[in-house]
């Protein structure tokens, strides 16, 4: 499988003007502009990752890539960041939808509502409403994906993934304990030191650091992004992360339940954001309903390590097998 995805897979990275912010995505497969593409070669289905926080799409690729050769690149495969996690490049141009300027403006877009409604508009501008979706979340985009079907119940969501799903009691987690002072108390005190530290910092030395850090971690080469010691999305990551503690409290059952046919959730054994006594109680709640446990011993971040992501990529591709076998 891994000499699959050591094949040439393309990939096509966009900014563009969602809501009136730029906006990171990367599209594995040849279809870049689902709008125009109106001849017998346009996917029937689009495969849509949202990420956790931060949002960062670059973390994704291997995940991306690897999926999009598992189901032989049939349909795109495309990762969109949060609004204000990412900038782009001096040089990037800036993508505009058609009808982006007509788009009502968004109160508290870098908030977690906000991020809801980001990812909605960006469907409605640049995806025909004739192409199927499934959504795959991570983290606090499993919190975001079910929102989506709650708010756009009209969407043609054929399935949903839930990955390592934040959808409830954050700040009662044992890593939620840890980051709700920082993130609520200490918020600004870290937007002050970040601006301090990292502002003055040529864009050489941050690219050094970030290429430090990630030969120490072990991250594959391709998730190198610049925005992770960008002041502006390092706050704007902060500013979401506290709204996640005191927004995420009780499960939307409610929502879960109208769309239970739809889910597939998958919890880790060494999650601390959502740990195993979470799973026990949504299995509890809705025993039949598509919950699993990672036999495997994933981590939460597992886009960070090259092996966990193909690893994922496998399940879901393979949970992904029957929906996608009808179309």
Known sequence: MDSKIKEEIPVHEEFVLCCGIETQVLKCGPWTDLLSDQGANRPKVLIFIITGNPGLTTFYLPFAKALYSLINGRFPVWIIGHAGHSVAPRDKKIRAASDDSNTQEIKDIYGLRGQIEHKLVFLRTHVPKQIKLVLIGHSIG????????????????????MLFPTIERMSQSPSGRIATPLLCWFRFALYAISYLLLKPLPEKIKFLITRMVFQVKNIPNECLC????????LANAAYLGGQEMVQVVERDNETIKKNLSKLTFYYGTIDHWCPKEYYEDIKKDFPEGDIRLCEKKIPHAFVMSHIHSLEMAEMAADWLKDDLSKI
């Open 142 to 161: 499993c919190y975001i994906s079910l929102q989506m079907l709650k708010y756009a119940p009209e969407l043609p969501v054929i399935r949903c993934l």
């Open 226 to 233: 610049m925005s992770l010691l960008n002041p502006f999305c």
